[in-house]
């Protein structure tokens, strides 16, 4: 119940195309929905994150959909480039609980 | 502000030797977190401190496994005897709202051979 499942494992667009990730969960009580983008080398970096009490949040290019209903939420990256190249990771967590990850998704965007 | 600081970036060392990987939070952070990172189980949480107290180490594997914080700019994480299953890419967070809105420093990289 605790767990947050992600997919796809790997994802390659051209440039300018929607990539679109998308996450699981089973445990209701989450309340926090954040992502993290990781490149090469470098540690997790917050991205965007929603709370469930709105279905869409975006942030320039970058959108997340979330459906309570499902238990499910979802990153879009809008005219997607090159520099988006990096590793996804979507969390969840309830109120001073630790953050559950995903397993990660490698977007590759090519020009 | 220079983000969360780790040390070593790589480190090799053997198996049976002791390991010492360190971090300095973000100035006014008042939560740190220590991960592991590996390609079969992805992020895991090895422990948490509060205010410079360990609040949460359930996700440490084994008593090889030791951290401490002993003030608010640093944080080390120990391993001793090192075993080459501890090869990964450990991460230092900090965050001034709990477990949100985490920032990780660059990781440490460890090859235990």
């Known amino acids: 119940q605790q767990q947050v499942k992600q997919s796809p494992q790997s994802l390659i667009v051209q440039k300018g195309g929607i990539p679109i990730i998308n996450c699981a969960y089973e445990n209701t009580a989450f309340d926090y929905f954040p992502w993290y983008q990781q490149f090469p080398g470098k540690g997790p970096a917050l991205l965007i994150a929603?709370?469930?009490?709105?279905s869409e949040k975006k942030e320039g290019r970058f959108t997340i959909s979330f459906n309570k209903s499902a238990k499910q939420f979802s990153l879009h990256i809008m005219d997607s480039q090159p520099g988006d190249s990096a590793t996804y990771f979507c969390a969840a967590n309830q109120a001073g609980t630790a953050l559950i990850f995903g397993k990660g998704t490698t977007l590759s965007v090519s020009s | 502000d220079a983000g969360v600081i780790q040390s070593p970036r790589h480190e090799v060392t053997e198996m049976g030797q002791e390991v010492t990987l360190r971090c300095k939070p973000i100035?006014?952070?008042?939560?740190l977190f220590w991960y592991r990172q590996t390609m079969m189980r992805g992020l895991e949480l090895l422990i948490y401190?509060?205010?410079?107290?360990?609040?949460?180490d359930s996700g440490m594997p084994e008593d090889r496994f030791s951290a401490k914080m002993p003030n608010a700019s640093f944080s080390t994480l120990k391993i001793q005897p090192s075993e080459p299953r501890d090869s990964a890419v450990y991460f230092c967070a900090s965050s001034s709202r709990g477990y949100n809105e985490q920032f990780f420093g660059p990781g440490t990289r460890l090859t235990v051979l």
């Open positions: 401190f509060n205010n410079n107290v360990p609040i949460d």
């Open positions: 929603i709370r469930p009490d709105v």
């Open positions: 100035s006014g952070h008042d939560y």
